[in-house]
């Protein structure tokens, strides 16, 4: 049984997911927690954990409550650093969350500075002179400027970041990154002696990310997007505290029936299911003719009672926009959705009773649904099925499953397909 090192509080779901796949990607064992921890959760056996919150755009004052609530569990759990997590594209207003809740974990941790780097090179978000770029585009001309809940109408962090908070925020520039760890170090220690609290990191390359990780070995906390965390285990490799993994992403063998249950109408989704077609079950449900959750779920786990043997069933929700808008118009939008994902939390709940232990849910809402009528409360890290998208060990108020959640845009065309056949190794 190994202490945590590394305690990640991430302000949503499918970010905490990423950097949970981007820790064991680079060599530490992770578990997921969804959610607080309850105080009497084990601390789980693992070299990270990932707080997931859902923060982002909760008012401030709850973001911060649970966010040091997830700093007191990971502290009592023996974490030696932490890393609060938000976007790469650094979604916030001007009343926060970034900066409130930094600066709460800064005055819980004693550690009064933080540096702030968003960059993640390898999905094309960049930080240069404090400002940042979505691929080619500035952050405020890269359709974030639109975003409904925290649009981005200004690309240059330092200012971003100084209207959140009355600490002053600095810049560790482009030309000092390139130098390497002992030279960011060195301007991060003068930034914080000249009484700054955040210092905005440039990064353009994964090679900044390693430097500047290396330069943040003896702080407290960091802050950023999961590119970030490319150069942290390095750290505690050197310290002689993370042995070599070999298999960090193994999961316990879970045997058991096999199915996808997908929410999402997104058009990346729709082609996973044509994709599926040709070679599974696959059954869509229409809410329009059947608006009831319950006669739904009854109408799914009937049919898949029938069918569920020996290859993976799928379940499907999914939609074209004309016969999504119809079910809008006569429900409600909330309501239409609400009323889908209650439909798919109940077929989970009736195909994990009917010995489902492998289970594929496409839409990041429909995913929140089923894992909360699951009561899931952690996920440790897998194998990725396609960038991003990990299988993961769930444990929960059943016996144990493997569950693979994907937002609806993610995964590549035969996502449910290559998903169990990544579990047989195949
Ligand atoms: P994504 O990750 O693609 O955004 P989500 O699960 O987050 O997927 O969101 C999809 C939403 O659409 C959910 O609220 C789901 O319940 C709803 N939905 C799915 N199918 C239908 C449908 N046929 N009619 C109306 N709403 C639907």
Not at 55 to 72: E, G
Not at 123 to 137: D, E, I, M, N, S
């Amino acid at each position: 049984m190994t202490k945590p090192l590394l305690g990640c509080i991430a302000d949503d779901f499918t970010g905490a997911t990423d950097l949970a796949s981007m820790l064991v990607r680079n060599g530490m064992r992770t578990v997921q927690l969804i959610g607080v921890p309850d105080a009497r959760l084990a601390v789980p056996d693992a070299d990270a954990v990932v707080v997931a919150l859902k923060s982002r755009t909760a008012p401030v004052q709850q973001a911060v409550r649970d966010s040091l609530a997830a700093l007191d569990w990971l502290r009592a759990a023996g974490c030696r650093q932490f890393f609060f997590k938000y976007c790469s594209t650094f979604d916030s207003t001007d009343e926060g969350n970034i900066g409130p809740v930094g600066e709460a974990l800064m005055d819980a941790l004693g550690s009064g500075f933080a540096l702030a780097c968003p960059a993640f090179p390898a999905k094309g978000r960049t930080v240069y002179q404090g400002h940042l770029f979505v691929g080619t585009a500035l952050l405020n001309q890269s359709g974030m400027e639109n975003r409904p809940l925290t649009p981005m109408r200004d690309a240059n962090l330092v200012r971003v970041l100084g209207r959140q908070t009355r600490a002053p925020v600095g810049l560790v520039p482009f030309a000092t990154v390139e130098q390497g760890a002992a030279a960011i170090r060195r301007a991060l220690t003068a930034l914080k002696e000249q009484g700054r609290r955040w210092a905005i990191v440039d990064a353009v390359t994964d090679a900044h990310l390693r430097a500047i990780g290396e330069a943040a070995a003896p702080h407290a906390l960091v802050s950023g997007g999961s590119g970030l965390a490319i150069g942290l285990p390095d750290n505690f490799r050197r310290a002689g505290l993370l042995p070599p993994r070999t298999d960090p992403e193994a999961l316990p063998d879970v045997q058991g029936l096999a199915a996808v249950i997908a929410g999402s109408c997104a058009r990346t989704t729709q082609m996973q299911i044509g994709r599926a077609r040709a070679h599974l079950p696959v059954l869509e449900l229409d809410p329009l003719a059947t608006p009831d959750a319950d006669a739904l779920a009854r109408q799914a786990t009937q049919w898949a009672a029938e069918r569920l043997g020996t290859v993976p069933v799928v379940i499907a929700a999914s939609a074209l926009s004309d016969r999504v808008a119809a079910l809008q118009a006569r429900l409600g939008r909330d309501a239409a959705g609400a009323l889908v994902e209650q439909a798919l939390a109940g077929v989970a709940e009736a195909l994990i009773r009917f010995g489902v232990r492998r289970l594929v849910v496409a839409g990041g809402e429909t995913a929140e649904a089923v894992v909360t009528r699951l009561h899931v409360h952690s996920l440790r890290i897998g194998a990725e099925i396609d960038p991003g998208v990990p299988w993961t060990f769930a444990e929960g108020s059943f016996a144990p499953l493997l569950l693979a959640l994907k937002s609806g845009n993610s995964g590549a065309p035969d996502f449910f397909l290559k998903a169990f056949a990544v579990l047989e190794g195949t």
